[in-house]
């Protein structure tokens, strides 16, 4: 069991009165910032890059199946989106500046863009992108730990709706 000593409230008060201008940033905070600001960036590339993937699967998806399909895709399009915009807040909480540059969003993005011709070539791609997405928000909440616990359960509720997508591909996937 751990130890924590817990700081009187005179020190909690003076404490909070110094660098105001850093806002949720305390002298408490942990983490690594720059690099948490950097993993967060590149997180943020990675749900931009999958929101507008899904958006051109659900303009583009075709065939008999492609109804079921098309839905799913506007509902994580639209679910990537709230991800990145619940990343890019805590971008800015932290002090940081969220990178929306279009010419930076394919190069930081952990996902690849690959439009996909076919339906069944949309849904695994899709499926792909999933499973990066899972893998390095696994890795990003481990190596947050307990440093920074507010990222890490923004990440740990991202992860839990990427599960889900990717679970929702595999099936309609397997269906095709």
Known sequence: MINVQLTD???LR???RTNVDQGAVTEGYAGDREEILRLLNESLATELVCTLRYKRHYFMANGIKASVAAAEFLEH???????ADKLAERITQLGGEPDFNPDNLSKNSHAQYVAGNTLKEMVYEDLV?????IDSYREIIQYIGEKDPTTRRIFEDILAQEEEHADDMADIYNAL
């Open 9 to 11: 409230v005179n020190t």
């Open 14 to 16: 003076e404490r909070a």
């Open 77 to 83: 399009a639209e679910q990537e989106m709230e991800h």
């Open 129 to 133: 992108a999933e499973r990066i997405a």
